[in-house]
């Protein structure tokens, strides 16, 4: 990891992932909510969807893996060389990815296996991210000040996302909370990338004094200029997906649409009375 | 902010918003147990009010903003000026304005689009709230043991009405939980205005030492009697509120009363059976 | 406080009051389950008790008020003297028993008032144990360690009670939450007691050395055993008030006893099945 | 304690419990999917079985208790010797074993007593395990940097495993819970193990350096590992035991096997509607 390239990967991923989920989220409430149309609805589809999903968190996971251990001079599986520890960070990044690699195994277990209950994939990812939360903040013993503060920030936002996907384990169905747990991912993948500019800028750009708190209370708002830019592509996404779900919709099935909106009036004066 | 005003204006406003929610509370439970009137019942009414909510909390974020960019001599607009971060205190505020605005916006769309799920506004005030405490346990850097700690407390009463916005997300419909996130947000505003006394000692009173212990121990059980006072606000209005709905039934249907009390009565009997 | 005495009192009236709440928390569940019996069981009943708690626990608020201010040369109500701050600590300690007394307060008016929610009693409860869990953290400044410690200890047991409160003011009926947070009240009592020995030893005793790290090993175990011991009360109570209720009730309807038992095989056997 | 021997006891309880647990957990959840079959599905089973756990659970207590106290030249029950504490350490071990044998003897009283609330059972594995952690705390004053670690890991696995303990307290038949709680049982058990390994290295391995900090950062992906490996035992366990559960029914009713996947392949079609 240690380089600008070692903070991007995993950022991308956080970030293209917690999209898709944001998007598959919105889909299904919007699907739900509009009851006629089978679109993502029939429990085949949904599985494979899922199945799917497993199988590139896996594929995430390996790459990151591979990544860590050869790339770069990495440890190249070597834990114990010369009487001490060989490259300790790499293997924590190894691990990290590895349990998103089980979380990624357990989505593929749950598609194909009828029998598993559904709520183990938020398990698994609530234990992955727990799993994160728990290396970084073991992570970044005698570095810079600042170095210190963006790994605390990134810990903060994995465990906050950890509690999130637990609670989301515990309850059931609950949209909002589904897109609370992915802005917090997309704000991990976000700052992931900050990390990188801020520790590894790029291109010969001046480097960040790691020392001077100015920085810090300037990264501390800058995080929430981020989450606040993940609410953007969330409301973003909500727009866009509910003008494609109606759109669809009128083009299926022309009469229905005015038969759905009469309902809804009907609906909506009922609960007045 | 630096100064009594910049203190003074958001304590006003947090005690403004908690105190019209203490009565909306209030009025919506006494309501409800006697439900033969409508006051606030329908679901256009209580749409509406949400909507003039939702603009007055954008407009107070605006003015807040605007006041901390360009009212005495802030930041206007310029983050980074001559090699440094300029004024990042006054972004800080603004940070803090801008989510509960976002709040507002929610609020805003919530009550003029149906499909939105109602405790999207919960979670929007949850998310405020804890960006606003996060930001405040980033922000006393190199200050006075006094000023750190009356921030300190600042940021804990505002992550504990963080968390219990969070759980009336979770839940529904607990008038407690709604009194006691209005107490604490009460708490806030009324604590904005001592810290204000604190730190900016107005017409040349003399200066608090923000060194000796002793102010620290006496502003920890003040900060008791602050909240002791919003329970007694609390309860004065819960006397007026409901004198005042019943006096409301008793002149529009004088003869509706005396069945409810009867209704009442029989309804206690048999569950003391 | 400061003295023997001064800690006796509060750790008296907390394992009274703990002990009668454990006392009725099992003879209610007792009671269900032997449906027949109507001890306790009438709404009338219940508030009458619920009334002369809440008249007593006003009673203990204000003794402690009044001892803590005019007794052992106590602050007399004064709060500010020559220049300084005058006899915190002791109004530290009235604001705790303030706020144990607005519980009794919301107990008193809960018992006579029908349309207040229930479950505002334990709001209260939880909230007085926050208050005096928040005061007692900011409370010893500038002490011995171990002085510290035994408050820190304190401080813990007290905050969980207040967590399990807002738990028991969260979901309703569960005897269990009643009884761990009676439990966790008493060893607050007892714990009261052992502060006051090991901080003021009566009749000579020798003194416990305030810096020495064993007696803060000692006394984390020691917290535990008293632990134990509230949960041998527990036990012992339960015993006691089983036999009661089976003793009352087999005095008062010999023949349905018989009657009940049958049942009881039966729905058993129904559960086999 | 303070030895190989004391470490890997304890490790092997709770290795041991913790795998008895996932067994049957994973027995019961199988169970309950295929209906028809009655293993362990009567509660005079069940209530045996529980008796049969307390039983050894106490015995485990015990034989804990008693090594600590008498072996080793343990304190032998003398508290106070010779003006100051008698081994504080072993009486520390004590307490802990303590709560664990009262958990065994609430579960002897739930299965014998029908009136008991089954609840009760985890309410005091959560208290067992709260006071593990609370005493691991208090611990290690003044030992190595790595010592420390190694405990306060220890001390964080049981925190977390109490939580969960109580999130079981407070809902219920979550199989994933239970596993969950089992695997952070194992997780600790294997971690006795691992602190016995490093503090302890037997037969004349090389002693571990305490002060190395690259030490500490490898037993922290080690702690992960060990959380890897309960998974994998978790794994193992259920495709052993649904294929016992199989091979059961396969050979005492082939017929019925039949019939239910065919009730099996009806139901998801229904869901698929």
């Not at 480097?207 to 708190?213: A, E, G, I, P, S």
Request: net charge positive.
């Amino acid at each position: 990891m240690g380089s600008f390239r070692g903070h991007a990967l995993p950022g991308t991923y956080f970030f293209l992932m917690s999209f898709w989920w944001i998007i598959k989220s919105i889909l299904k409430y919007v699907s739900k909510k509009q009851k006629r149309i089978c679109y993502l609805g029939t429990k085949a589809s949904t599985q494979r969807v899922e199945l799917v999903e497993g199988i590139i968190l896996i594929f995430m996971a390996l790459s990151g893996i591979g990544g860590e251990q050869f790339l770069n001079g990495g440890p190249s599986l070597i834990l114990y060389k010369e009487g001490q520890w060989n490259q300790l960070d790499g293997w924590h990044h190894c691990t990290m990815y590895f349990f998103f690699g089980l979380m990624g195994v357990s989505k593929v277990l749950c598609s194909t296996i009828n029998s598993l209950p559904g709520s183990l994939v938020k398990l698994m990812m609530s234990n992955a991210l727990f799993v994160e939360g728990f290396i970084f903040y073991n992570h970044t013993h005698g570095r810079e000040m600042l170095d210190i503060f963006v790994h605390q920030m990134l810990c903060l936002v994995v465990l906050l996302a950890g509690i999130v996907s637990f609670l989301e384990f515990l309850t059931k169905n609950n949209v909002l909370l589904e897109l609370l747990r992915s802005s917090l991912l997309m704000l991990q993948g976000t700052w992931f990338w900050q990390v990188a500019f801020v520790l590894y800028p790029p291109n010969g750009s001046p480097k960040w004094d790691l020392k001077d708190h100015n920085n810090r209370m300037f990264l501390s708002i800058c995080l929430c200029w981020h989450y606040a830019f993940t609410y953007m592509i969330i409301g973003v996404s909500c727009v866009f997906v509910t003008w494609l779900v109606k759109w669809r919709l009128r083009r299926l099935c022309p009469s229905e649409v005015g038969l759905l909106k009469n309902t809804e009036r009907e609906q909506e004066s009922e609960e007045e009375v």
